[in-house]
């Protein structure tokens, strides 16, 4: 029976679903202070935002959560209201944080033609909601300029992209992953082809009435909740100074108020900074949220901390194809699916210094390992690595990446990241094993050879990589690098958290006064799909130290499955085989390399950068 009394209908309810314009949630909130039963629980189907103070805006679930003092879950996706009444098929997606009160709500709205999908990311359901509005009046301006549906897709694309962006400014630490809901990418689209945004604006178009006429010509005087919504975001974009970041979005805003012709979209879209120059970490997020959901793959796939010095399409194609598991199990699977995983030149492998091959050869010369990184960096956790990447346009404003040369090189090695291996318990972690030692870490410099234009064809020749590898041993005493670094992972203990890391480093600092002159080496592979055995490897006996809290803060780390921890992720010792490994023999110590006057000078090659 239905209740006209707000009041009366609320007030012995154990959960409450608001489901009005956002305009009157503040209003509906007073009505309800005070009488309804404290343990009750909320859940907004409501699209939109409101106006909060210093210029900002307000997600409608936290007004309702502060003003009641309830808990407050939302409902959003692709549910087209016709569509559902008639129990035509459809998804939907919940954002609840409280994992009591999740599997209630589903159970509650569930039904065989209506299903469920729950997600902790209460934030980023709820903002897609709001901002997908304002990507259907950008359609439907192209639908009445009769644009075509290229047009059409372009603008929401770039609509997307747009969204993801404000999540990733505004809200960090929502997840990806979140997107590729119905939420997400499905109300999207539905709404640019079947919505009333996209319909009144093509009307706007083609009529020249304005907003208001047809609210009440076609929505009997309802509210269009695009163009308010465009206008509040906005509101906050301007005073923060921050409309040039999401230009789309202010262009529909201005095509609304009557500042823009719809005609100028046009020029919008194809002016749009997604052309002309994509950063490298949107660009790498591109690429691995259209090869799935749950992104937690990398060219190096047991990288669990991964700093990215360069971009190529390519790699991140192969970066998103390898999915593996560290288990005896899974392991033996990989070469299943990749032949060299099987193949004579594995990696890892034991080290014993009793049976390697002394050999004179030249040091390993580190190019620029003292230049300070450009910066700032971005630490994020995708549950499967944490990278830290330096953006494209400021890699450009550098001629040269640091590289290395000399050893069994007969190339120069350009970089091309760093990631560390660690063990759940102090006496596992590392990799190789040294002298029938495992060291609780391991870390990785991967370099190219500069012959090879990526990492890709690299990969297809014996001498496509080489990679130095350093051994961090229990200490006392600290890095200062590692310290600040672990400071930051920290924050992003979650899966999908990110961190601005606003200090720099150098390599050599990360480094230390570790003795580089002494080494071993030794032809092998990858330690991971595809296992290609390209790889020259170059191991340094002398360890770095690492103290108990800093290992125990990369231990911290989830890999996004409930429960679970980044830990023992090293793969298991390979057959050494008819392989030598060489050791290089030092009879006196070469000139180390040195800092002059804010000058790299290598004495022994004559560089000077």
């Avoid at 900002?56 to 502060?66: E, F, M, N, Q």
């Avoid at 075509?148 to 992953?177: C, H, Q, W």
């Avoid at 990749?338 to 050869?361: D, N």
């Amino acid at each position: 029976v239905a209740v006209p009394d707000l009041v009366e209908a609320g007030k012995d309810a154990d959960y409450l679903i608001f489901v009005v314009p956002h305009q009157f949630v503040r209003g509906l909130c007073a009505t309800l202070l005070g009488k309804i039963k404290p343990t009750a629980v909320a859940l907004s189907l409501i699209k939109g935002f409101d106006i909060a103070e210093g210029g900002g805006i307000d997600l409608i679930s936290h007004i309702i959560t502060r003003h009641l003092q309830i808990p407050c879950a939302v409902l959003m996706g692709a549910n087209l209201a016709n569509e559902v009444a008639e129990e035509k098929f459809c998804e939907t997606t919940i954002g609840c944080k409280d994992k009591k009160i999740a599997p209630i709500l589903r159970d509650m709205m569930q039904a065989d033609y209506f299903r469920v999908v729950v997600v902790d990311d209460e934030d980023a359901v709820e903002v897609c909601g709001a901002l997908k509005n304002i990507v259907a009046c950008g359609a439907g301006f192209v639908d009445g300029l009769s644009l075509g549906d290229n047009t059409k897709a372009a603008v929401i694309r770039l609509g997307l992209m747009e969204m993801i962006r404000f999540v990733e400014v505004f809200y960090p630490g929502s997840k990806l992953s979140t997107f590729f809901e119905s939420c997400g990418v499905a109300d999207l689209i539905t709404t640019c082809y079947g919505g009333r945004n996209r319909k009144v604006s093509e009307a706007f178009v083609k009529t020249g009435k304005s907003i208001k006429d047809l609210e009440t010509e076609m929505l009997n005087g309802q509210k269009l909740q695009g163009p308010i919504t465009a206008e509040e975001v906005n509101f906050m974009l301007k005073n923060k100074k921050m409309e040039e970041k999401f230009p789309l979005f202010t262009a529909i805003h201005r095509i609304c108020i009557g500042e823009l012709k719809a005609s100028e979209l046009i020029n919008c879209i194809r002016n749009h900074p997604e052309h002309i120059d994509t950063p490298q970490l949107q660009l790498k997020a591109n690429f691995r949220q259209l090869n799935g959901i749950n992104y937690r793959s990398n060219i190096f796939e047991d990288v669990i901390f991964v700093i990215v010095f360069e971009l190529n399409p390519v790699r991140v194609w192969l970066e998103t194809q390898c999915r593996f598991g560290y288990s005896r199990a899974e392991q033996r699977r990989w070469s299943r699916h990749h032949q060299e995983c099987a193949g004579k030149y594995q990696s890892p492998i034991a080290i014993f210094s009793s049976k390697t091959v002394p050999l004179t050869m030249p040091a390993i010369e580190m190019v620029g390992y003292h230049n300070l990184l450009p910066g700032p960096l971005l630490i994020h956790n995708n549950g499967h690595s944490v990278s830290m990447s330096v953006p494209k346009d400021v890699l450009k404003k550098h001629e040269r990446l640091p590289y290395i040369f000399g050893g069994k090189l007969h190339d120069e090695y350009e970089i091309e990241g760093l990631h560390f291996h660690w063990g759940d318990k102090n006496n596992r972690g590392s990799e190789h094993l040294l002298n029938d030692i495992r060291y609780p870490m391991e870390m990785h410099i991967i370099h190219r050879n500069r012959r090879y234009a990526t990492v890709p064809e690299a990969l297809k020749h014996e001498d496509g990589l080489c990679v130095l590898g350093f051994f961090y041993q229990l200490s006392e005493h600290e890095s200062d690098v590692l310290t600040n670094i672990v400071r930051n992972i920290s924050y992003i203990e979650d899966y999908n958290k990110t961190v601005l890391l606003n200090s720099t480093f150098s390599l050599s600092s990360l480094l230390g006064n570790i003795d580089t002159d002494r080494f071993y080496t030794y032809r092998g592979s990858l330690t991971t799909p595809p296992c290609s055995e390209a790889v020259r490897w170059v191991l340094f006996p002398d360890t770095l130290p690492l103290s108990i809290a800093q290992i125990s803060a990369f231990r911290q780390l989830s890999n996004g499955i409930e429960g679970s921890v980044l830990v023992d992720n090293y793969r298991a010792l390979q057959p050494i085989g008819n392989r030598r490994v060489f050791q290089r023999k030092v009879n006196t110590k070469n000139t180390k390399l040195s800092v002059m006057n804010n000058e790299i000078h290598y004495s022994k090659w004559n560089w000077i950068f």
